[in-house]
């Protein structure tokens, strides 16, 4: 874990980027008080499935052709 002011941070930002896509976890101080952590994002998987709309039942056939009184007023 490594600490840079903000100074620092805002002219190394590339510098500091690239090591925190390795994994090195940095603390941005101000005035030697630490205000922010920076560390690298987890990678979600797009094909997890969500536990909240795993439990989703569809109680109809969205492709069942809709009724006649089902369609409304077109214009």
Do not use: F
């Not at 002011?5 to 925190?20: D, F, G, M, Y």
């Not at 922010?36 to 492709?63: F, M």
């Amino acid at each position: 874990m490594k600490t840079v002011n903000t100074h620092e941070a805002k002219t190394q930002l590339s510098r500091i980027l690239q090591e925190v896509s390795e994994g090195e976890v940095y603390i941005i101080s101000r005035n030697g008080v630490p205000v922010a952590e920076l560390r690298k994002r987890d990678e979600k998987k797009r094909t997890t499935v969500d536990p909240v709309l795993s439990r989703t039942v569809l109680n109809y056939d969205p492709t069942e052709d809709l009724a006649h009184d089902e369609w409304g007023e077109i214009d």
